[in-house]
């Protein structure tokens, strides 16, 4: 068999970003001062007036759900039309994440800590198309304690799904120190944050460390596939009886849930596949 790896190339990629902290350190101000922001607000905090007037300044926009299944529609959306916004916030997740909590252990019990699996896998799925979405996200999280051994505290950290922060290149601990605001980097995948590093948090001094041009450049919309693609992909995978588990995969490596969140070049690689198959090929 020919091996398949390739040398790897750098690419530029858009801010992936968690923010946390206490109540008053600034969360959703340092996040609603990146470019063009489509804010998701999960309470209603974006009604103040100073919050009001920066968003329209920027360019921005406002979403108040607490509604899990809402805010995937307004992803999928983001990902697939033309728009003009560059920065998805999500303030605060930790408000989501809890009602979608209580809507998994409505339907499907709380018995083994099944609604918590059912969360999971829905939190996934939204970060899948976080990851593919060409935006900065940002995504804001309450603080909570974290406890050592013999209850000990050993300071704070998000209050959301306790996998959250393997979904991120960057997460930052916010706190207020005084008239300003320090970042505390928490963990980094990118060389110009080091993890532990404290430095005043602004977005300028991000968009000095990360890049401006990346943070500002305009968002690319996907083309996802079309109605014909979705059925004749159907089609096939009924008619040559495609294992469940092998077209599971082909949705979890286009980080897709279904079929109608797939790229169009994607799911028509999927069809030609089959296609393949048919011919003998």
């Given at each position: ?269 999927c069809i030609d596949h089959l ?7």
């Amino acid at each position: 068999m020919t091996l398949r790896a390739k040398k790897p190339e750098k690419t530029e990629k858009r801010l992936k970003a968690l923010f946390y902290g206490e109540a008053g350190a600034g969360k959703t101000t340092a996040a609603i001062n990146f470019p063009s922001v489509y804010l998701i607000d999960t309470e209603k905090g974006s009604c103040n007036d100073q919050y009001v007037d920066l968003i329209n300044a920027n360019g921005g926009a406002v979403f108040s759900t607490t509604d899990f299944d809402e805010v995937m529609t307004e992803v999928v959306s983001l990902l697939s039309e033309k728009h003009g916004y560059k920065t998805l916030i999500i303030d605060p997740f930790t408000i989501l994440y809890n009602d979608l909590l209580e809507k998994s252990e409505r339907e499907v019990g709380s018995e083994f800590g099944r609604h918590y699996a059912h969360s999971g896998k829905k939190v996934k799925q939204l970060f899948n198309l976080l990851l593919r979405l060409e935006m900065n996200v940002v995504v804001t999280c309450h603080a909570k304690r974290e406890y050592g051994a013999n209850l000990s505290v050993l300071g704070n950290t998000f209050d959301g799904w306790k996998k959250l922060d393997y979904l991120f290149d960057l997460v930052f601990e916010i706190q207020k120190r005084g008239k300003t605001r320090a970042g505390i980097i928490r963990k980094s995948r990118i060389e110009a944050f080091p993890d532990g590093d404290t430095f005043t948090f602004s977005y300028e001094e991000i968009a000095k460390r990360y890049g401006k041009d990346i943070l500002e450049k305009d968002c690319v919309p996907e083309i996802l596939a079309t109605v014909e693609q979705i059925t004749e992909l159907n089609r096939l995978i009924d008619l040559l009886k495609i294992p469940d588990e092998v077209w599971q995969k082909w949705l979890e490596k286009s980080q897709s849930s279904s079929f109608v969140e797939m790229n169009t070049d994607i799911i028509q690689k999927c069809i030609d596949h089959l296609n393949k198959q048919i011919k003998g090929e």
